[in-house]
Every structure is written in C-alpha cells, then in structure tokens.
C-alpha cells in the first residue's frame, strides 16, 4: 500500500483490521519520520516483537497492541485449549515483551478476566467473538481516554506559552490524539497559540521523530532542543510549562516515564516551571504504593553507541541505558486524567479522582 | 602516515611539525573514534575551518591552535606589510572562527602583544622566529597547565569514587593531558581507583566521541550514559562529584561550558553533589563582571537533525542549536587553575588565586 504521507487527528498508531480472521496493523514507529510503514501482525510471536522493539510504544498503545494481540494469538494458535487457558498462555507470553508500562499487564488482565467469565460451555467462536469485542472496547475506551484527557489538561495551556515535552505522548502512544500531545490538541483546538519545546530524547529519538512529526502534521510551532538543553532554554524563560505522558503511576503519584523525565522536573522546580504528567487511569499501579516498586526496563547498550548502523562510541565502551525514570509525586505539580485533574498529587486526591482501587487495578 | 590507533599520556592534538616553513599537525576530532586521522594546516584557512568544524575544540587547543595559525599565516602570506599589522589581520581572521571560547581571543591577542614589541626595524625572518617562538611557548605553558590542574584536582577524587563529567575535557582539548580529565589521570597516576560516567554529550557527541576513547585508552572504569540520564544516574547514587572543563570564566566565576552543564550543575546540587570545574587561567575573561556576556554560539541546526548524512527529524522542523550555556558561579563547588583551587567561587577567591588583572587579561 501507498500511505499518505500525512494524517489528520486520527493517526492509525494501531487498528484492527478486518472481523473474524482479521490482524492487527501497525504504524512501524521505528521507521518514522523517514518512512511511514504499515506493519501487519498475524501471529503472537510478531505483536510481541512489535512491542519489544517499538514499533509499537507508548503506554496507552501498548496495552492496546497487547489486547489485540491476544485475538491474533486465539485465531493462530487457538484450541483445542479451553479459551480461558489459551488466553493465560497468550498472555505469560505477551507480558514478556516490556516490563514497565503497566498498560501492558492492565490490558492483558482485562483481556484475562473477561475469558474467565465466558461459559466454559460457550462455542469457541462465540467466545473468540465476545474477546474480540473486548480487545475492541479496550481500543474505543483508549481513544476516548484521550480525547477527554485533552478536555481535562487544555485549561492549563494559556496563550503565548512556552511548552516543553520530551519523548513522545502523542497519537502515536495511544490508539489516537495521545495523552501530553492530546491536551496541547485540544488547546490547539480551542484556539489557543502557543510553542512547544520538544526533547529529542535519546537514545531512540521518540522526540525528534515522531513527537516533532505530529506537532508539524497540526502546525503547531515547535522547537526541537537536544534533552541537555532543556535547563539552559528553562533559564532563558522560554518555557512556562513541562508535560509529559506516563508509563506506571505508583498509589501515592511517583510516575515512571522516558528517561530523562525526573531530571526534568527537578529543573522544573528549580525554574518555578509547573510540571504536569498526562495518563489515563489504566497507567495507574495501585498495587504499588509508590514508585520503587516499579520495574525498570534496561535496554540494549548499543541503541546508545550506535545510530543508524555506525559506532559513535569506541568499540566496548560501557554503556548504561535505563529507558525509564521515576518521578517522586512531589516533583509533578498535577496529573491530567480521563477522570479529572490530580492536583496536588498525593494518595488521597488519587483517590478522590480515580476512585477507589478494583480489582483489575 | 600510518598513525597508532592508541596513545598513552601524550595525545598529538596540535603539534607544530618543522620550523621555519612549518606548518600545524591536528588529530581530526571530528572523524574520531572511528579513524585516527592527522590533518595538516598549512594556511590560516585551513587553520580557520579546522576551528570552525571542530577539527580541533576545546578552549585551550583552540588557543593553541589560533596561536600557531599566525605562524602558518605569517609564512604564507608574510611580507611585506609590516609584522605586527600582519598579525593583526590573521588576528582578526581567527577571532571570527568560533566566539566562546575565550582561549582564542587570549591566545591571539598574547601574539599581537608579542608582535607590538618587536622593534620595527627586525628582520621579518628574525620577527617570524620570535612570534614562533612566542607560540611554542603558548603550547608548552599549556602542557604544564594541564598537567598542574591534574596536581590541583587530584585530591578532589577519592577512591571508589563515581564521577560525571560532560563533553570533552581531555587531552583532546588542549595540548595534551587535559583539564577535567587532567585531574583524573592524576588521580589514577596517584593510584586511586574510580568510576568515570560520561554523558554522551548531543548534539556532536564529544563525550561518546573522544571522552570515552580517552578513557579507554588508559584503562580508566568508564560507562557512557546519554545526557538525559544524569539525574537519574545522580539519584541512584552513583556519583559522588561532577567534573567539566570550561570556555569563558567570568569575574564573578560565572562559567560558559558545553551546553548541559547548567543543567547538570542544577541536578548536582538538587543531589549535593559537588561540581567542579577545571580550567586554565587563560580561560578566565576578567573584563566580563558576570557570565552575561558571554557571546553564546549557535550552531546549524542541521547537528541535531542529522547524524551521519541520515535525517533523524522531519524535514523542516526548527531546532535550536546552542552550543554553551552559562552555569553561575553560586552552583559551582570550586574550580581547579594551574594557580590553585578557587573555593569558594567568587570574585575574590578568584583574585587571591589567579592574582590581579594583567593587561593580557
């Protein structure tokens, strides 16, 4: 297929394609802004690769790819396992592929519950069909997140302001419109004139490629700074406000996100800048009562030493590459939800806006 | 010439070859670590565009170099304007190479000072071999300069220490040894065992680049993070003290260094980490009361957009490129001269160490 070059809100980061007997298809994020390329996954093992190597990346978008993943895997592999086992399986498997946004397991055990509450009487296909519709809720209920994410947020985005946000919490981390770039969309749709700062965000860039990508498709003026020149352009007042998406928010609001995020706002802090995070409630880990509990993914060394396929750093050189952060709750100024602002965030107003936990948190 | 792929203490990063009708010897920096290749400098507009493009950095080595380049531009160009108004020209040539580092504008401005006070009536062959003499000097006080800083810093690292450094401030930076990391191969000559991060250093990577080649080459514990990981890095406890070179030093000790060292002077101190800063005395510009007016470069944009010939950006997105910022004084633990440690940092520990303003300064 020839893709347009361009799209308007609704970027197909991910999408079900076809009914019974369908699959999944992807935006390859690894190969954008050079390139846009769809990528079709029809079996578990390519969702799960998908994932592991961010074609598909963003909270929201993977828990999303995970659910759907699921249907593909039941339509390849499926029976003559009883459904809920198959879907267990599936999921062990799927859970594998990155350890900390928490979207993932959510997804997966929503994905796992409603197999569990299928008749073991019920037809293969009915119940394929009932998690089908699952995996299609779970991607309806994401878009719609979104969209009242940037409802919540867009009354902080004033006109004239400087806005910075680093890695990429767009329409291309959630089925569409995104979480941070979706609350700058709907301020952007209200009217409002503002420029963002975008973090390049080594080692992979989310911020040059796709973060820079879709604030261009909407014409929003944007500035793209390497992550070290975030305090020098904080210092310069050029920034009135941070915000960022969210991998795993902790009960008490610790959030891991991108590395570089927690350095961000302790410069944040150190400006007088506000500093806001944006994330559905399904990024949320209540179980965690704060964030030194949440895994930490540590990704291969040479997405650091190599770009594009050439060494930029001596032959065996050490490198460390944490892909995440985490944020203390008292350096995030609040937390824009589907369910309302988190202001200040602690525990309590966690609470208060959210609800209390259930048992799919 | 077939050089070595390693050096030990000396590393050739600007070298006089011959005498009269010399000419200048670089490492190109700019093709490091992949290849070890020597440039040769045999007009001033070589010596120009090596300054311009990075072929030689580092405030000291481009005081060396700029130096030196009124050496080849004297037997190039020489005759038969008077000496003194030839330096002059070259002078005011070389200073339009880079605007930062003050070093450059030092350097040139010692070999102005030279020229001024060579009787009118000298052979110019004999003027030339003053001037050139008057260079080789520069290069020599700045091997010593280095190699006092390391005496001076030492101290500051402790065994099982971890330090941060930033960019470049090694044997590639000046004459040979370094500043920043001058002080660390004292410490190892000393016998003191450490841990060297490095952040990477975006846009152009020195710190990748050359920071962890040199490391390696002397078999120094060395991890490479990207600049966003710092604070991360700080939190988990790691570093116990920061470490950077610097390219103006004003009055008051307000410091111009690659751009990020603001910001990780900021997260040092949110982590009480002690920063220092290592330079030579000629990198201090007395004039300037404070690090307001420091001239502050801004690079092509295309350093961000574009890593080996590949865009890494969608094309036309804006980016901001500078390549300093100013970190003031009040963040700055101590910073390390060939004169002695100026702690605390203020304008009169910095004139009871380096002494009064001389004309030259």
């Known amino acids: 297929m020839t893709p347009s070059p361009s799209f308007n809100s609704s970027i197909p980061t991910v999408t ?71 879907v267990s399986e599936l999921s062990r498997y799927l859970q594998t592929s990155r350890p900390t946004a928490v979207n993932l397991f959510w997804a997966l055990e929503r994905m796992r519950q409603k197999a569990a509450s299928i008749s073991a009487d019920t037809p293969w296909q009915d119940a394929r069909h009932l998690l089908w519709q699952e995996s299609m809720i779970i991607l309806e209920e994401d878009r719609h997140c979104c969209h009242r994410i940037g409802e919540v947020g867009a009354p902080l985005i004033q006109n004239g302001m400087g806005v910075l946000t680093h890695c990429n919490a767009g329409g291309l981390c959630a089925s569409e419109y995104g979480t941070a770039l979706g609350v700058l969309f709907r301020a952007q749709e209200e009217g409002k004139q503002f420029h963002v700062y975008v973090d390049e965000t080594r080692p992979l860039l989310q911020g040059a490629r796709l973060t820079a990508w879709e604030l261009k498709q909407r014409q929003i003026a944007t500035t793209l700074i390497c992550d070290n020149m975030a305090a ?59 964030g030194s509990g949440i895994p930490i993914e540590v990704r291969d060394a040479k997405e650091i030493t190599r770009v594009n396929d050439v060494d930029l750093a001596p032959e065996g050189v050490e490198a460390y590459n944490p892909a995440f952060d985490v944020t203390p709750a008292e350096f995030i100024t609040g937390i824009i939800t589907e369910r309302g602002l988190i202001q200040p965030v602690d525990r309590e107003t966690i609470e208060r806006v959210l609800g209390t936990v259930t048992a799919s948190q």
């Not at 969702?47 to 828990?63: D, F, N, S």
């Not at 593909?72 to 396992?81: F, Q, Y």
């Open 232 to 290: 020098a352009v904080m210092r310069q007042r050029r920034i009135q406000l941070v915000i960022v998406g969210a991998d795993r928010i902790a009960a008490n609001g610790d959030t891991a996100n991108k590395i570089g995020t927690y350095g961000l706002a302790v410069l944040a802090r150190a400006h007088g800048i506000p500093m806001y995070v944006a994330a559905p409630a399904s990024t949320f880990d209540r179980k965690l009562p704060d």
């Open 16 to 86: 079900w394609i076809g009914e019974a007997d369908g699959h999944i298809r992807l935006i390859d994020q690894t190969r954008l802004p050079g390139a846009i390329e769809f990528r079709d996954c029809r079996n578990v093992a390519e969702v799960w690769e998908a994932i592991k190597v961010l074609r598909v990346r963003g909270a929201p978008a993977i828990g999303v790819a995970a659910a759907l993943g699921i249907i593909v895997g039941l339509d390849k592999n499926g029976g003559p396992t009883p459904i809920a086992d198959a």
